[in-house]
Protein backbone atom coordinates (compact mmCIF):
# COMPACT_ATOMS: atom_id res chain seq x y z
CA UNK A 1 0.00 0.00 0.00
CA UNK A 2 0.69 3.64 -0.48
CA UNK A 3 1.57 6.09 1.95
CA UNK A 4 1.62 9.65 2.05
CA UNK A 5 3.28 11.56 4.64
CA UNK A 6 1.72 15.23 4.79
CA UNK A 7 3.78 17.87 6.00
CA UNK A 8 1.72 20.79 6.98
CA UNK A 9 1.45 24.42 5.99
CA UNK A 10 4.91 26.25 8.12
CA UNK A 11 6.28 22.94 8.73
CA UNK A 12 9.09 20.91 7.16
CA UNK A 13 8.84 20.85 3.34
CA UNK A 14 6.08 22.85 3.35
CA UNK A 15 7.75 25.64 5.26
CA UNK A 16 7.68 29.30 3.04
CA UNK A 17 9.05 32.53 4.62
CA UNK A 18 5.86 34.05 2.46
CA UNK A 19 3.18 32.01 4.73
CA UNK A 20 2.19 34.43 7.37
CA UNK A 21 1.95 32.96 10.83
CA UNK A 22 -1.99 34.27 11.03
CA UNK A 23 -2.68 31.35 8.11
CA UNK A 24 -1.02 28.77 10.53
CA UNK A 25 -4.25 28.28 11.89
CA UNK A 26 -6.48 25.04 12.54
CA UNK A 27 -9.10 25.49 9.88
CA UNK A 28 -6.78 26.14 7.28
CA UNK A 29 -4.55 23.16 7.97
CA UNK A 30 -8.24 20.96 7.92
CA UNK A 31 -8.77 22.65 4.72
CA UNK A 32 -5.39 22.02 3.36
CA UNK A 33 -5.69 18.20 4.37
CA UNK A 34 -8.87 17.79 2.73
CA UNK A 35 -7.19 19.17 -0.92
CA UNK A 36 -4.32 17.14 -0.50
CA UNK A 37 -7.29 13.94 0.27
CA UNK A 38 -8.95 14.65 -3.09
CA UNK A 39 -5.54 15.27 -4.69
CA UNK A 40 -4.50 11.49 -3.67
CA UNK A 41 -7.81 10.45 -4.42
CA UNK A 42 -7.38 11.76 -8.22
CA UNK A 43 -3.97 10.37 -8.24
CA UNK A 44 -3.95 7.08 -7.26
CA UNK A 45 -7.81 6.88 -8.77
CA UNK A 46 -9.39 5.86 -5.08
CA UNK A 47 -12.85 6.36 -4.05
CA UNK A 48 -11.96 6.89 -0.72
CA UNK A 49 -8.51 7.08 1.06
CA UNK A 50 -7.13 6.05 4.46
CA UNK A 51 -6.40 8.71 6.99
CA UNK A 52 -4.05 8.39 10.30
CA UNK A 53 -3.01 10.89 12.93
CA UNK A 54 -0.37 11.13 15.44
CA UNK A 55 -0.67 13.61 18.33
CA UNK A 56 -1.80 16.70 17.06
CA UNK A 57 -2.63 14.96 13.71
CA UNK A 58 -5.03 12.94 15.52
CA UNK A 59 -6.93 15.94 16.11
CA UNK A 60 -6.52 17.34 12.64
CA UNK A 61 -7.64 14.11 10.68
CA UNK A 62 -10.76 14.16 13.22
CA UNK A 63 -12.16 17.56 11.91
CA UNK A 64 -11.00 16.56 8.28
CA UNK A 65 -13.30 13.46 8.73
CA UNK A 66 -15.93 15.15 10.29
CA UNK A 67 -15.81 17.81 7.44
CA UNK A 68 -15.95 15.33 4.29
CA UNK A 69 -16.63 11.47 5.77
CA UNK A 70 -16.85 10.55 2.25
CA UNK A 71 -13.56 10.92 1.45
CA UNK A 72 -12.38 8.29 3.94
CA UNK A 73 -12.34 4.49 4.43
CA UNK A 74 -11.65 4.92 7.84
CA UNK A 75 -10.09 7.03 10.78
CA UNK A 76 -7.06 5.72 12.47
CA UNK A 77 -5.60 7.47 15.57
CA UNK A 78 -2.29 7.58 17.55
CA UNK A 79 -1.02 9.17 20.58
CA UNK A 80 -4.81 10.91 20.43
CA UNK A 81 -5.48 13.95 21.31
CA UNK A 82 -8.74 13.51 22.74
CA UNK A 83 -8.75 16.68 25.04
CA UNK A 84 -5.59 18.27 25.60
CA UNK A 85 -6.48 20.60 28.35
CA UNK A 86 -7.40 17.92 30.82
CA UNK A 87 -4.42 15.52 29.73
CA UNK A 88 -1.85 18.01 30.35
CA UNK A 89 -2.95 18.54 33.89
CA UNK A 90 -3.11 14.52 34.08
CA UNK A 91 0.68 14.98 32.74
CA UNK A 92 2.05 17.29 34.53
CA UNK A 93 1.03 15.14 37.81
CA UNK A 94 3.01 12.00 35.78
CA UNK A 95 5.78 14.18 35.94
CA UNK A 96 6.20 15.53 39.22
CA UNK A 97 4.59 12.26 40.91
CA UNK A 98 8.00 10.85 39.68
CA UNK A 99 10.37 13.55 40.02
CA UNK A 100 9.24 13.37 43.52
CA UNK A 101 9.52 9.48 43.58
CA UNK A 102 12.76 10.17 42.69
CA UNK A 103 13.84 13.13 44.61
CA UNK A 104 14.57 14.30 41.12
CA UNK A 105 15.18 18.13 43.05
CA UNK A 106 16.14 19.73 39.63
CA UNK A 107 13.05 18.65 37.58
CA UNK A 108 10.39 19.39 40.70
CA UNK A 109 11.80 23.09 41.01
CA UNK A 110 11.24 23.37 37.32
CA UNK A 111 7.92 22.01 37.32
CA UNK A 112 7.11 24.32 39.93
CA UNK A 113 8.67 27.33 38.05
CA UNK A 114 6.58 26.37 34.92
CA UNK A 115 3.29 26.12 37.26
CA UNK A 116 0.31 24.01 36.29
CA UNK A 117 -1.40 23.94 32.86
CA UNK A 118 -2.29 25.67 31.33
CA UNK A 119 1.19 27.27 31.10
CA UNK A 120 1.23 31.09 30.99
CA UNK A 121 4.13 33.21 29.61
CA UNK A 122 6.08 34.45 32.80
CA UNK A 123 9.08 36.57 33.20
CA UNK A 124 11.25 33.20 32.30
CA UNK A 125 9.14 31.11 30.41
CA UNK A 126 7.17 31.48 27.25
CA UNK A 127 4.66 28.57 26.98
CA UNK A 128 6.31 26.99 24.23
CA UNK A 129 9.30 26.63 26.66
CA UNK A 130 7.11 25.52 29.67
CA UNK A 131 5.59 22.66 27.15
CA UNK A 132 9.44 21.55 26.25
CA UNK A 133 10.19 21.48 29.80
CA UNK A 134 7.39 19.47 30.94
CA UNK A 135 7.79 17.21 28.11
CA UNK A 136 11.76 16.73 28.73
CA UNK A 137 10.76 15.12 32.05
CA UNK A 138 8.13 13.14 30.74
CA UNK A 139 10.52 11.69 28.12
CA UNK A 140 13.13 11.18 31.85
CA UNK A 141 10.13 8.78 33.38
CA UNK A 142 8.47 7.21 29.82
CA UNK A 143 11.14 7.50 27.19
CA UNK A 144 10.14 6.28 23.91
CA UNK A 145 12.06 3.06 23.33
CA UNK A 146 14.11 2.83 20.18
CA UNK A 147 16.51 0.20 19.30
CA UNK A 148 18.90 2.83 18.16
CA UNK A 149 19.38 6.80 18.94
CA UNK A 150 17.38 8.08 16.49
CA UNK A 151 17.63 11.52 18.34
CA UNK A 152 15.56 13.43 15.63
CA UNK A 153 12.43 11.49 16.61
CA UNK A 154 12.64 12.20 20.30
CA UNK A 155 12.85 15.65 19.56
CA UNK A 156 10.14 15.38 17.02
CA UNK A 157 8.15 14.27 20.30
CA UNK A 158 9.01 16.91 22.51
CA UNK A 159 8.13 19.64 19.60
CA UNK A 160 5.45 21.95 21.01
CA UNK A 161 4.11 23.31 17.71
CA UNK A 162 4.49 26.44 19.48
CA UNK A 163 2.27 28.63 17.26
CA UNK A 164 -0.59 26.12 17.20
CA UNK A 165 -0.42 25.06 21.13
CA UNK A 166 -0.12 28.63 21.99
CA UNK A 167 -3.61 29.80 20.40
CA UNK A 168 -6.03 26.94 19.41
CA UNK A 169 -4.50 23.44 20.55
CA UNK A 170 -4.60 23.51 24.04
CA UNK A 171 -8.20 24.21 23.76
CA UNK A 172 -8.46 20.99 21.54
CA UNK A 173 -11.21 19.02 22.65
CA UNK A 174 -12.55 16.15 20.24
CA UNK A 175 -14.91 14.81 23.20
CA UNK A 176 -16.88 18.19 22.60
CA UNK A 177 -16.40 19.04 19.10
CA UNK A 178 -16.47 15.57 17.61
CA UNK A 179 -18.93 13.25 19.81
CA UNK A 180 -19.45 11.05 15.93
CA UNK A 181 -17.65 9.99 13.24
CA UNK A 182 -19.18 7.90 10.37
CA UNK A 183 -16.60 6.25 9.25
CA UNK A 184 -14.83 3.28 11.00
CA UNK A 185 -12.56 4.29 14.10
CA UNK A 186 -9.47 2.48 15.02
CA UNK A 187 -7.27 3.72 17.68
CA UNK A 188 -3.77 2.38 18.58
CA UNK A 189 -2.56 3.53 22.10
CA UNK A 190 0.50 3.07 23.93
CA UNK A 191 -0.50 2.59 27.83
CA UNK A 192 1.74 4.45 28.84
CA UNK A 193 1.48 7.54 26.94
CA UNK A 194 2.16 10.62 29.12
CA UNK A 195 1.99 12.87 26.19
CA UNK A 196 -1.30 12.36 25.09
CA UNK A 197 -2.90 10.83 28.27
CA UNK A 198 -4.09 7.41 27.38
CA UNK A 199 -7.03 7.41 30.27
CA UNK A 200 -8.29 10.41 28.22
CA UNK A 201 -7.55 8.73 24.93
CA UNK A 202 -9.85 5.82 26.34
CA UNK A 203 -12.45 8.20 27.70
CA UNK A 204 -13.07 9.90 24.31
CA UNK A 205 -12.65 6.41 22.13
CA UNK A 206 -15.66 4.71 25.12
CA UNK A 207 -17.59 7.85 24.25
CA UNK A 208 -17.55 8.15 20.24
CA UNK A 209 -19.82 7.12 18.05
CA UNK A 210 -18.77 5.15 14.70
CA UNK A 211 -20.34 2.70 12.39
CA UNK A 212 -17.70 0.36 14.16
CA UNK A 213 -14.52 1.32 16.42
CA UNK A 214 -11.66 -0.77 17.54
CA UNK A 215 -9.39 -0.15 20.68
CA UNK A 216 -5.68 -1.51 20.53
CA UNK A 217 -3.33 -0.83 23.34
CA UNK A 218 0.25 -1.29 23.54
CA UNK A 219 1.67 -2.55 26.65
CA UNK A 220 5.25 -0.65 28.11
CA UNK A 221 3.86 1.90 24.74
CA UNK A 222 4.70 5.45 25.18
CA UNK A 223 3.61 7.77 22.70
CA UNK A 224 5.47 6.72 19.19
CA UNK A 225 3.76 3.37 19.16
CA UNK A 226 4.56 2.86 15.30
CA UNK A 227 8.38 2.99 15.74
CA UNK A 228 8.46 0.93 19.03
CA UNK A 229 6.66 -1.54 17.92
CA UNK A 230 6.41 -1.66 14.06
CA UNK A 231 5.49 -5.22 13.59
CA UNK A 232 2.43 -4.72 15.92
CA UNK A 233 1.60 -1.75 14.21
CA UNK A 234 2.01 -3.17 10.71
CA UNK A 235 -0.12 -6.56 11.88
CA UNK A 236 -2.74 -4.31 12.80
CA UNK A 237 -2.88 -2.74 9.69
CA UNK A 238 -3.01 -5.96 7.55
CA UNK A 239 -5.18 -8.12 9.71
CA UNK A 240 -7.12 -5.68 10.93
CA UNK A 241 -7.83 -2.51 9.20
CA UNK A 242 -6.99 -2.67 5.43
CA UNK A 243 -8.94 -6.25 5.28
CA UNK A 244 -12.69 -3.76 6.09
Not at 188 to 200: P, R
Amino acid sequence: FTVCYWEQRGSGLAYNDSIPDSSITLTHIVDDGLELSNHLKKTFKKDKIYIEGLSWGTAVAAYMVQKKPELYHAYIGSGLMANLSLSEELSYEFAMSESQKHNDTISINQLKQIGKPPYVENSKNTVSEAFEIERQIVMKYAPVKLETDFNFIKSMFLDPASKILESTAIDMNLMRDIPELKVPVYILQGDNDHFTETSVAKMYFDSIIAPSKKWFLFENGTHGVQIEYPEKYRSIYINEILKK
